[in-house]
């Protein structure tokens, strides 16, 4: 029952007001001196209000244009939106009460540091004398070589220039490392939060995937019951794309191939921009269809990043990323422990990144100082939590689910 809250409106005729409480809007008997915008409390039997009978009185008078205009708290935060962010906070709760129960150690590492990474598709936001993290990975694994064995965090991160329904420049994200474990330890880790986190918000493991103007398809539900189909990059690049990915091809090569395919791409395209050019082209509409979830694993070695080549092939590291509804929802690595070849992989970030006129950031020397300490055998994953959320509570946008967008502040 809702005891206190804001007038939206007043039917002055029928004496009822409809009003809006942290948990619902009702309509309730309304007192003849309410006006919309008031604060009320609803009281007791035999309270009276301050025009005449009633069953409430005014905390505090509304005295400003008719009301609710659209500059005003009430109408930035609708109830839809007002019930997410209360679903958010269950959400995040169970995502707590599930690593509890799985023993690992809710860290939280600086926001703000020198180097914030240097993968090419990236821009960082300068800060003070360094830069708002893009991801808590290098201070997490140096927590790895310090001991831990079983760590996570929930924090903000920042990436600049990154704006759509599934972006915002400022997004919380859910982080944890395994030691000793293999990246089936971390996908299995995923599966399990996905449908723990629904089942704690919706009721049942199940992901609400909105409709997709785009697709002409209509809202969705997508069952998210460990265990998920999985499939390889060559597979989905072959069986989707029409193109063959070896992982040692020259860039030319591979850029031929997806021309052959029928996809358009620049006359001197990079290996990356060859390959995302017909992965987003052929291949996340094809995910987006699947009537269940997706671990996408054995990624080209060309897109490691910081996971190391695999045993049986090194033309592919181990790397997977988890799909639902089409959304790509975390990347997980199995992780890079040799410092030497971490170097030199930064080392070439870097005179790519100098090559595309992006910004350059220093090398996190404390991170391969660890990783020549002695890293433990391990894996990761960096999974979007807004975008969970928005998987559980059906959410069209990110927008939807945060308390404030950029453009409200």
């Known amino acids: 029952m ?8 007043v039917d002055v005729d029928e004496r009822i007001a409809v009003l809006r409480g942290e948990r619902g809007d ?24 301050e025009g005449g009978a009633g069953g409430g009185r ?25 019930d997410r962010l209360h679903q ?46 893009t ?44 030691a000793y474990a293999e990246l089936d330890a971390i996908a299995a880790d995923v599966e399990a939060l996905v449908a723990h986190v629904c089942r704690a918000v919706a009721g049942r493991a199940v992901a609400r995937v909105p409709a997709a103007e785009a697709a ?51 006359p001197d395209a990079a290996w990356d921009d060859a390959f995302f050019a017909a992965f987003l082209a052929r291949v996340e509409p ?18 490691a990043a910081l996971a190391r080549r695999t045993d049986a092939d090194p033309r592919i590291a181990y790397r997977f990323e988890a799909y639902v509804g089409g959304l790509e929802l975390a990347n997980a690595f199995g992780e890079l422990t040799d410092p030497v070849e971490q170097r030199a992989r930064f080392e070439d970030d870097l005179r790519i990144r100098a090559a595309r006129g992006r910004a350059l950031y220093p090398i996190d020397e404390k991170l391969l100082a660890a990783l020549a ?8 994953v960096a999974l979007g939590f807004d975008r969970l959320v928005m998987l559980a509570t059906g959410a069209p946008s990110i927008d939807q689910v945060l308390s404030f967008t950029a453009a409200e502040l």
């Open 26 to 49: 009702a309509r309730v008997p309304a007192d003849p001196a309410w006006r919309a915008g008031d604060l009320v409390e609803l009281g007791g039997a035999g309270e009276r209000g």
């Open 2 to 9: 809702i005891r206190r809250g804001r007038v939206l409106a």
């Open 216 to 266: 002409g398809a209509g809202p969705r539900e997508i069952d998210v019951t460990p265990p998920w189909p999985r499939l390889t990059v060559r597979e989905v690049m072959r069986r989707w794309a029409g193109v063959e990915v070896a992982g040692d091809e020259p860039a030319a090569a591979l850029a031929a191939a997806v021309r052959a395919a029928g996809i358009e791409i620049e």
């Open 88 to 133: 958010r906070a269950r959400a995040l709760a169970a995502l707590r009460a599930f690593f509890d129960g799985e023993g690992f150690l809710e860290v939280e590492t600086p926001l703000l540091v020198p180097s914030p990474g240097l993968e090419i598709h990236l821009e960082a936001v300068p800060a003070g004398a360094g830069y708002l993290i």
């Open 286 to 303: 094809a995910i987006a269809a699947l009537t269940r979830p997706l671990i996408l694993e054995d990624w080209p070695a060309p897109l």
């Open 373 to 380: 300490e002695g890293l433990p055998p391990s894996a990761g």
């Open 135 to 178: 991801s808590p990975e290098y201070q997490m694994k140096r927590l790895l070589a310090g001991g831990f064995e079983r760590v996570y965090q929930v924090c903000k991160c920042f990436r600049a220039n990154e704006r759509g329904p599934h972006h915002a420049s400022e997004f919380s994200m859910v982080e944890w490392y395994r």
């Open 58 to 82: 005014r905390v505090r008078p509304y005295g400003g244009p008719p009301y609710p205009g659209p500059g005003t708290e009430v109408a930035r935060l609708p109830r839809a939106r007002i």
